[in-house]
């Protein structure tokens, strides 16, 4: 089993930054990769991004692209999502997710909820306008 806490979000205006962060624990290893979410009141879970643990290779949505940077923190099993030039529409419930990724997997084609096995529990990230 593996276990991710988030922390960061908040209330930030727009334009404003914010940085999320997700530590794993529990069987997380090198092997894994892992995806953020999110999820605005009455849409369905969107993927923002995800990074392969073992390279650091990342994938961003286009909608977050040149806006949000996805990196981790080996020594703290810790994943990063920072987002500058953030937007009213950008609020949502963000969440991360984990899942092995064997090394011949290509890790831009685990783009959906489904592909995902263990979550945090969600942190609110809220843009004023």
């Known amino acids: 089993q593996v276990q991710l806490e988030e922390s960061g979000g908040g209330l930030v205006q727009a334009g404003g930054s914010l940085r999320l962060s997700c530590a794993a624990s529990?069987?997380?290893?090198?092997?894994?990769?892992m995806g953020w979410f999110r999820q605005a009141p009455g849409k369905a879970r969107e993927f923002v991004g995800n990074?392969?643990?073992?390279?650091?290779?990342?994938v961003s949505a286009t909608s977050v692209k040149g806006r949000f940077t996805i990196s981790r923190d080996n020594a703290k099993n810790t994943v990063y999502l920072q987002m500058n030039s953030l937007k009213p529409e950008d609020t949502a419930v963000y969440s991360c997710?984990?899942?092995?990724?064997?090394?011949?997997?290509?890790?831009?084609?685990?783009?959906?909820?489904?592909?995902?096995?263990?979550w945090g529990q969600g942190t609110q990230v809220t843009v004023s306008s």
């Open positions: 990074i392969r643990w073992s390279s650091g290779d990342t």
């Open positions: 997710a984990a899942r092995l990724l064997p090394a011949n997997f290509v890790l831009s084609y685990f783009t959906s909820p489904s592909h995902y096995a263990y």
């Open positions: 529990g069987r997380f290893s090198s092997n894994y990769a």
